[in-house]
């Protein structure tokens, strides 16, 4: 079992910068695949970033590439993605997700077994 809570999510204006964290409990982030999601009103879920265990490989959506950056602090069991240079196009709920006993990442939302609750980010412009 994995326990993923996020924080770091609020309104910023456009240009700024957030960073998410997910902290997971029963799991140490170097055994699993973790995934960064997003969802925005009447979309479906995205994947925007993700890491394989041991931070092996890392995938960023194009829509992100060059803005965001995911990273993960073993010693914290956590897992950041700092969003730099934030547009209203990145309005979203926020959400990580765990591959427990995977060593690769996905894309695929249905491919992850536990989900942290999602928090939300608004960009204003």
């Known amino acids: 079992q994995v326990q993923l809570v996020e924080s770091g999510g609020g309104l910023v204006q456009a240009g700024g910068s957030l960073r998410l964290s997910c902290a997971a409990s029963?799991?140490?982030?170097?055994?699993?695949?973790v995934g960064w999601f997003r969802q925005a009103p009447g979309k479906e879920r995205e994947c925007v970033s993700a890491?394989?265990?041991?931070?092996?490989?890392?995938y960023y959506a194009n829509s992100v590439k060059g803005r965001f950056t995911i990273s993960t602090d073993n010693a914290k069991n956590t897992v950041y993605l700092q969003m730099n240079r934030l547009n209203p196009e990145d309005t979203a709920v926020y959400y990580c997700?765990?591959?427990?006993?995977?060593?690769?990442?996905?894309?695929?939302?249905?491919?992850?077994?536990?989900w942290g609750q999602g928090i939300q980010v608004t960009v204003s412009s």
């Open positions: 890491i394989g265990a041991s931070g092996g490989s890392i």
């Open positions: 997700a765990a591959r427990v006993g995977r060593a690769t990442y996905s894309t695929l939302a249905s491919l992850y077994e536990y």
């Open positions: 029963g799991r140490t982030f170097g055994s699993i695949a």
